[in-house]
């Protein structure tokens, strides 16, 4: 029992001693990792195309990966980057130098993982980098679209060729099955593949590309057809329905009581629907019509 009590007397003036030197040892090592850190980023003499503010550009948990990045159709550099999607312009950020970011709307495209993006606009605001999912005399790309009803956040950042630059966190939730089916696609023609075509609406793309192959068309217009009278039949059908009951019954209650069911039908087509895609392609639908365009010119 003495020898124990010795011990620890003898360890308490010990350990205060050894502490300060593991701390030191510690320091030097983050040190010595940040001095590394920092001859790389020295290293890179190309100006950023933009630069974020720390707050946003500062993620925690992420993995980088080797990346050809390509600035250009014949310019290209070779980082270690990671996508930030939820912007309505997607950028690159790169490891070697946070700050410096690669926007969808200043840049050609990126492969990383064996995959290959191409920079697209879907309208004035809204830039991605699409997947490529099927490549021919037509190529296709898709992209996730992230629903900006959660609203959105506005920040500034430094473009030196535009300095009206801005750009827009979109604030995601944190379960969006219901978006499950929203994708953004884009297609190249071979007559320019410098231009990334949107598919705002398939009727018009059917009309304008898709005519010289009529299976392709076809298809195209099929999905077009199912689709819309129910989007413009069932809401109005709806909205009758419950004026109807609510007016031929002696309260609101009870009016809303009765076409329940007609409401409680209708949201279940919509979500039915969402869930298999009826009311949006997937992107194995979209590369189905493509693939049937590109194989009648084989």
Known sequence: MIKKAFLLFALSFLIPGLLPAQEADST???TSKESRREARRNKKNQKP???VPPDLYDVPFVDYYPSTIFLSLDDS????????????????SVWENPSRIYPASLIYGFRQNGKYYRSCSFDAR???FGELIVKGKMNLYYARKLPQEGGIVEFISSDPKNSSYRNFMIVTYGDRVRYANDYYFFVTLESDSTQTIPLNNLKEFADNHLTGSPEAYQMMMKFAKKRSPASRIIPPAIAMATLVAVVASPSVET????????????????????RKGLFSLNPAGMAEIIMKYNHSFE
């Not at 009016?255 to 969402?274: C, D, F, T």
């Open 255 to 274: 009016g809303l009581l009765i076409s329940s069911p007609v409401i409680a039908g209708g949201m279940a087509y919509y979500l039915i629907g969402k």
């Open 126 to 128: 809204n830039h991605v």
């Open 49 to 51: 195309l933009a630069v």
């Open 77 to 92: 550099l070779k980082e270690a980057a990671y996508l930030r999607e939820n912007f309505t312009d997607q950028f690159i």
């Open 28 to 30: 030097k090592r983050e």
